[in-house]
């Protein structure tokens, strides 16, 4: 279990800025960096409005920004953060299947919007989870559905399939299985979910099923999922010229903060969030 000062979620110009700052104020610094292809800069063949690397592909662009945090001293976890509680003074965070405890955390996660199912936001708490390592537990002995968007639900799936008595594994985009794996994979894409006599049906084109339990899992939680009580203006995450949000220690940074969506702003606003915490901590 990883402890440090900050926590940084994000992997995007926002982060790695955040964090290098951090260091530079002898911060200790976990960035939670998920490996996944959800980062709009690398999708940019060519930045040119960013000074001091003209023509540069997003990819190489990110490669140096992370190598300069990492020879800073910042801890990388290639794990998405999944849920954030405050405990007293400490933030404690789920990254991955690893907790970690911080004073303080930064919002560096882009302006990635995971987009929800019919249903879906209804039925969180209630029979459908996006989280294994946290309510697997509930559904001991039971029949789930796992309905994932990339390779980090099959990690899950085979999570489950060790409680319950069945896992039924529903692909909502693209990624490469294991030969082998101890769950069922069905054919559909899912489109919608209900309570339906104490069942969750999962809808898809081809098929209606319904299960005790449903997890989903993306390349992405929305914010207010992953704090509770964290204000929201819209999509976007406001933070005064500090960019400290309305929780206390929790500062945002880069695109999830709203307009312009640009590579010098999130750069600029991980700096900010650096020295805020900082000033805030010590
Ligand atoms: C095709 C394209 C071209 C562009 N060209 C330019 C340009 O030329 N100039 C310019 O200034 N801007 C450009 N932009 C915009 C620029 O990419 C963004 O403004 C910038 O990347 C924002 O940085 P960020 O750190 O806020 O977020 P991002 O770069 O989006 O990074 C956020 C990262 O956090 C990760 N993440 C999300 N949630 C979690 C979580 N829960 N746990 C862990 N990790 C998480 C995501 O996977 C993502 O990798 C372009 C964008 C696109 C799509």
């Given at each position: 279990?990883?402890?440090?000062?900050?926590?940084?979620?994000?992997?995007?110009?926002?982060?790695?800025?955040?964090?290098?700052?951090?260091?530079?104020?002898?911060?200790?610094?976990?960035?939670?960096?998920?490996?996944?292809?959800?980062?709009?800069?690398?999708?940019?063949?060519?930045?040119?409005?960013?000074?001091?690397?003209?023509?540069?592909?997003?990819?190489?662009?990110?490669?140096?920004?992370?190598?300069?945090?990492?020879?800073?001293?910042?801890?990388?976890?290639?794990?998405?953060?999944?849920?954030?509680?405050?405990?007293?003074?400490?933030?404690?965070?789920?990254?991955?299947?690893?907790i970690?405890?911080?004073?303080?955390?930064?919002?560096?996660?882009?302006?990635?919007?995971?987009?929800?199912?019919?249903?879906?936001?209804?039925?969180?708490?209630?029979g459908?989870?996006?989280?294994?390592?946290?309510?697997?537990?509930?559904?001991?002995?039971?029949?789930?559905?796992?309905?994932?968007?990339?390779?980090?639900g099959?990690?899950?799936?085979?999570?489950?399939?060790?409680?319950?008595?069945?896992?039924?594994?529903y692909?909502?985009?693209?990624?490469?299985?294991?030969?082998?794996?101890?769950f069922?994979?069905?054919?559909?894409?899912?489109?919608?979910?209900?309570?339906?006599?104490?069942?969750?049906?999962?809808?898809?084109?081809?098929?209606?099923?319904?299960?005790?339990?449903?997890?989903?899992?993306?390349?992405?939680?929305?914010?207010g999922?992953?704090?509770?009580?964290?204000?929201?203006e819209?999509?976007?995450?406001?933070?005064?010229?500090?960019?400290?949000?309305?929780?206390?220690?929790?500062?945002?940074?880069?695109?999830?903060?709203?307009?312009?969506?640009?590579?010098?702003?999130?750069?600029?606003?991980?700096?900010?969030?650096?020295?805020?915490?900082?000033?805030?901590?010590?």
């Amino acid at each position: 279990m990883p402890n440090c000062d900050l926590l940084i979620i994000g992997s995007g110009p926002a982060a790695w800025s955040c964090a290098l700052t951090a260091r530079q104020r002898d911060l200790s610094v976990v960035v939670a960096a998920a490996e996944s292809s959800t980062g709009w800069l690398q999708k940019a063949e060519r930045i040119d409005n960013y000074p001091g690397m003209p023509a540069v592909s997003g990819k190489e662009m990110l490669r140096v920004f992370r190598r300069q945090a990492e020879e800073a001293g910042a801890q990388v976890i290639p794990h998405l953060a999944r849920q954030i509680q405050p405990m007293g003074d400490i933030y404690m965070t789920l990254c991955g299947n690893d907790i970690i405890e911080s004073r303080a955390v930064v919002l560096a996660m882009g302006a990635a919007r995971p987009r929800l199912l019919p249903g879906e936001e209804e039925l969180i708490g209630q029979g459908v989870s996006w989280c294994g390592t946290c309510d697997g537990m509930f559904f001991r002995g039971k029949d789930v559905a796992v309905l994932s968007a990339w390779h980090g639900g099959i990690e899950e799936a085979e999570f489950l399939s060790r409680l319950c008595a069945k896992v039924d594994y529903y692909t909502m985009a693209r990624h490469d299985l294991p030969a082998e794996h101890p769950f069922t994979l069905r054919d559909g894409k899912p489109l919608s979910l209900a309570r339906e006599n104490g069942k969750i049906t999962v809808q898809t084109d081809i098929s209606a099923e319904g299960y005790d339990g449903v997890f989903i899992f993306r390349p992405a939680v929305a914010p207010g999922s992953l704090l509770p009580g964290l204000a929201l203006e819209g999509a976007f995450i406001p933070v005064d010229r500090r960019m400290v949000t309305n929780l206390p220690r929790v500062y945002a940074a880069g695109d999830c903060t709203g307009q312009p969506l640009q590579i010098a702003k999130a750069v600029g606003e991980g700096n900010i969030a650096a020295i805020s915490a900082a000033e805030d901590l010590a």
